[in-house]
């Protein structure tokens, strides 16, 4: 288990800038929009996971057999990073909560 922490670790590392950038939008549009906004920022994190799959096989394609050598596929790899990312992602909207606006603002 420990080994596998390391190698998604390792795995995470170059693409959680984007991430986070993606997160940060996210949660700047949830605080300024409010909260039934949540759905168009799942699918801003899903459009951000499309880029991080296209960066890390764009730039890193000859790394990747340091993962299958060590027992673990791509397809394992992407979905451990990208439920770590999401719940985390979740777990920041479920703190920041109470701060976000539930109404939509209408003017009229």
Same mark, same amino acid.
């Given at each position: ?24 939008? @996210? ?27 296209? !960066?890390?096989? !764009? ?7 340091? !993962? ?14 990208? #439920? @770590? ?20 603002? #209408?003017?009229?």
């Amino acid at each position: 288990m420990n080994n596998t922490r390391t190698l998604v670790w390792y795995f995470y590392r170059p693409v959680m800038v984007i991430n986070l950038i993606f997160t940060a939008i @996210c949660i700047l549009d949830l605080l300024k929009i409010g909260m039934w906004f949540v759905v168009n920022a799942l699918i801003i994190k899903i459009v951000g996971y499309g880029g991080t799959v296209f !960066y890390k096989n !764009y730039f890193s394609d000859r790394s990747f057999m340091f !993962y299958r050598n060590a027992g673990y596929s791509i397809t394992r790899m992407y979905t451990y990073i990208f #439920v @770590c990312d999401m719940a985390v992602f979740l777990l920041i909207v479920a703190l920041i909560s109470p701060f976000i606006p539930h109404h939509a603002h #209408v003017k009229g």
